[in-house]
C-alpha cells in the first residue's frame, strides 16, 4: 500500500496561494499593500479606483519612481523587494512595505496586470500574471505604474465565499482610504467606485486643511492640538472635544511612523485620559501620529502589518495618557464633567422648532405623558405627599374624569418619591418600590415597538429643518439606510457634500439631544451594516437595539423630581402597557415586600 504520508516540497504557486491566505484577506488587504508600495515610491498622485467594492476590480495609479523591466519581473516573485537587504534592515525598518510578499501573493488569487516605467526610461514594462502563467512585454507608458487586479479570489472558491457584501467591502476601502488620506496630507488621493468619483483630496500642508475635507466642519472646528517632541518619541496630531464623542472607535485614527495602526493598550489611556468628561459608552475622536525610533518598534509582528510592538510598551502607555491628559488640562477641560443630555449646546432642546403630527396611535393616551400641576399652590412637597397627596389626586381624577389612561379604580396609592430615584407604592398585600428611570424606559420601550410594528415610529416634525454635518463614513451608511430611518422616526434628505437636512425627529426624543442619538444608531449601523431587517412581528436586533436606545434616551431620569400625578401616570402606563417588568437592559422596574416579609424582617413573625 503506497504511503501517502511522504514529505514533499509544495509547489510555487501553491506556496504563494497560503502566503495570500496571510496578507490578503479581503479587497481592503490588496489596496493596502498597494497603496503602501506608491507611497514607498515617492508618488504625489494615488488613484484608487474600485468596482463592486473590489471584488470586480482594483486598479491603483500612481506617478511614483516606477519600476525598469527587471524589477518589475522581479517583483511579482516571492520575497522579491528594495526596502531590505539585511536582518538589521528587518528591525529599522523605515519604509510601508518590506516583505516582498505582496505582489506575489496577490497575483496568485487574481488576474493581476502590472504597467510601469522609471523616470526618465524612454518605455515602460507590462507584467500580466493569469492562472500563474505570466507574460512580461515593452510597453509605451508614463512614469508611475498602474496595476489591475481583477476577480479577486477567482481561483480560490473556499476565499471568495467568505467575501462579504460589495458594501461592505466597498466600507472597510472607504475606511483604509481616509487612514491614508489623513497621514500622507502631502500627497493627492482620490477614490473611485463603480466609475464615479467619490473622494477626491488636494494635496496640503496644513493638518487641519485635510482634517476638514476628510472628516467635516464639525469636527475640524471641535479638535484640540497636540504636540509632544519628547527625545525618544513625538507625538503630534489632534484630540476631539469631549461634545463630539462617539459611542463607537471609527473616528480613532493612530498612526506609527505613518503606519496605520490598532493599538488597543493606547486606545484605552486615551479614554482612559477623556474618563472623567464622557460617558463610559462613549469614545474620543483622535487623528494622532507617534515618530519613534524604528528600532524602538517591532512592525513584523502581523502579517498584515496592523499591529505594532514596542521595546518599552510601558513608558509609551504611560507618557500618551499624561500627553493627552496635559493637552485637556491645558485646555481646561478636565474640570468640566459633562451632562450630555443637559448640555446648553443641545441641538433640537427648543420645543418651539416642533409642530405636533398629526399621525396618532390607538393603542396609547393622546393626553400629554406628564400633563397634571406640580402640587397645589401653598403647600410644602413632603406634606403634599404624607398627608394630602393621595386625596389631591381623588379629586384630580375625578376632575378630569379619567384622563390618565382612565384609571380611576387603583388598587394602589403612591407614598412618596425617595432620591428623586425610587416611587414608593402601598398595596393591598404590601409594599412596592418602583425604579422610575426602569418603569420609564420599558412604558417608552412599549409604545415605540407598538409604533414601529404599525409601520413607523411617530415623528414630530421640524418647523425650521436642521442641517447636519456627517464624516465619510457616516454619509455612506446614511445614504444606504435612509428609508430605514425613516421607520424609527428620523427623516434626512441629503443636502450636498457631507451635509443631511433634517425634517423631522421621533417624537420621543423632542428635547433631548437627537444629533447624539442619529450619532449612536449610525454606530450601530457601521458596526452591524448587514442586520436591518423588514420582518414586522420579529423584531430584527438592529431595530431592538435602536428602540432601546430611544426608549433610554426619551425615560425619565435618576434625580427628576416628579409630582404625584406623573408618578401615577407613569405606574398606571406601566401597568396597562408592559409585557414584562424589567428594564431595555434587563434591570427590574419593581421589587415587591409581602406584609408577611415585612413582619419577619422586623421580627414580629417566625
Not at 330 to 359: A, C, G, M, W, Y
Request: glycine share 6%.
Amino acid at each position: 500500500m503506497e504511503n501517502n504520508n511522504k514529505i514533499r516540497i509544495l509547489p510555487q504557486d501553491l506556496i504563494n496561494q497560503i502566503a495570500a491566505g496571510e496578507v490578503v484577506e479581503r479587497p481592503a488587504s490588496v489596496v493596502k499593500e498597494l497603496v503602501e508600495n506608491s507611497v514607498d515610491a515617492g508618488a504625489l498622485n494615488i488613484t484608487i479606483e474600485i468596482e463592486n467594492g473590489g471584488i470586480n476590480l482594483i486598479r491603483i495609479i500612481d506617478d511614483g519612481s516606477g519600476m525598469s523591466p527587471d524589477d518589475a519581473r522581479l517583483s511579482i516573485a516571492q520575497h522579491a523587494t528594495s526596502k531590505i537587504k539585511s536582518l538589521d534592515d528587518l528591525f529599522a525598518v523605515g519604509t510601508m512595505g518590506f516583505r516582498g510578499e505582496a505582489l506575489a501573493s496577490i497575483s496568485s488569487v487574481s488576474e493581476f496586470s502590472l504597467i510601469t516605467k522609471r523616470k526618465g526610461q524612454v518605455s515602460g514594462a507590462q507584467v500580466k500574471v493569469v492562472d500563474n502563467k505570466e507574460e512580461v512585454t515593452e510597453i509605451g507608458a508614463p512614469e508611475g505604474t498602474r496595476i489591475e487586479v481583477r476577480n479577486l479570489f477567482y481561483n480560490v472558491p473556499a476565499r471568495k465565499k467568505y467575501l462579504k457584501t460589495a458594501v461592505t467591502e466597498y466600507n472597510h476601502i472607504v475606511d483604509l482610504f481616509l487612514h491614508y488620506s489623513l497621514v500622507f496630507k502631502e500627497i493627492n488621493w482620490k477614490l473611485i467606485h463603480n466609475s464615479k468619483t467619490v473622494y477626491n483630496f488636494s494635496a496640503t500642508n496644513e493638518h487641519k486643511n485635510r482634517i476638514f475635507y476628510v472628516l467635516g466642519r464639525e469636527i475640524s472646528e471641535n479638535l484640540l492640538t497636540v504636540d509632544y517632541n519628547g527625545v525618544e518619541f513625538k507625538i503630534k496630531g489632534f484630540i476631539g472635544r469631549p461634545q463630539i464623542a462617539r459611542n463607537n472607535r471609527k473616528l480613532q485614527y493612530l498612526f506609527v511612523n505613518n503606519r496605520p495602526v490598532s493599538e488597543y493598550v493606547i486606545a484605552k489611556q486615551i479614554k482612559n485620559a477623556f474618563s472623567t468628561l464622557i460617558p463610559n459608552n462613549l469614545y474620543p475622536i483622535y487623528i494622532l501620529s507617534l515618530d519613534i525610533d524604528p528600532q524602538a518598534v517591532d512592525v513584523n509582528v502581523h502579517p498584515r502589518k496592523m499591529e505594532v510592538r514596542f521595546s518599552d510598551p510601558a513608558k509609551i502607555y504611560k507618557m500618551v495618557y499624561r500627553i493627552i491628559s496635559e493637552t485637556l488640562d491645558k485646555n481646561e477641560l478636565t474640570k468640566q464633567i459633562h451632562d450630555f443630555e443637559s448640555t446648553s449646546e443641545v441641538i433640537f432642546r427648543q420645543r418651539d422648532k416642533f409642530q405636533p403630527s398629526n399621525q396618532t396611535n390607538a393603542s396609547w393616551s393622546n393626553q400629554p405623558f406628564f400633563s397634571s400641576p406640580s402640587k397645589p399652590q401653598g403647600t410644602n412637597q413632603l406634606d403634599y405627599v404624607k398627608r394630602g397627596g393621595h386625596e389631591s389626586i381623588k379629586t384630580q381624577e375625578h376632575e378630569n374624569n379619567g384622563e390618565l389612561g382612565e384609571v380611576q379604580d387603583r388598587n394602589y396609592h403612591i407614598i412618596g418619591q425617595v432620591k428623586k430615584s425610587y416611587i414608593i407604592v402601598e398595596t393591598g398585600g404590601g409594599l412596592k418600590i418602583y425604579d422610575q428611570h426602569a418603569s420609564s424606559e420599558r412604558v417608552q420601550f412599549e409604545k415605540l415597538k407598538q409604533e414601529w410594528q404599525a409601520g413607523k415610529v411617530i415623528q414630530q416634525t421640524l418647523l425650521l429643518p436642521e442641517q447636519m454635518e456627517f464624516p465619510p463614513q457616516e454619509v455612506q451608511v446614511l445614504n444606504d439606510n435612509l428609508d430605514f430611518l425613516q421607520t424609527v422616526g428620523f427623516s434626512l434628505e441629503p443636502f450636498g457634500g457631507h451635509s443631511f437636512v433634517m425634517n423631522a425627529v421621533p417624537q420621543l426624543l423632542i428635547n433631548k439631544n437627537v444629533k447624539e442619538a442619529l450619532n449612536e444608531i449610525l454606530g450601530m449601523l457601521i458596526e452591524s451594516p448587514n442586520s436591518v431587517g423588514s420582518e414586522k412581528d420579529e423584531m430584527p436586533d438592529s431595530v431592538r437595539r435602536i428602540i432601546n436606545m430611544m426608549s433610554c434616551r426619551s425615560a425619565v431620569k435618576f434625580g427628576d423630581e416628579l409630582t404625584i400625578d406623573e408618578m401615577y401616570a407613569l405606574l398606571d402606563n406601566l401597568d396597562a402597557n408592559a409585557s414584562q417588568y424589567t428594564c431595555v437592559h434587563g434591570r427590574p422596574c419593581v421589587l415587591e415586600y409581602k406584609y408577611e416579609e415585612l413582619e419577619k424582617l422586623f421580627k414580629r413573625r417566625n
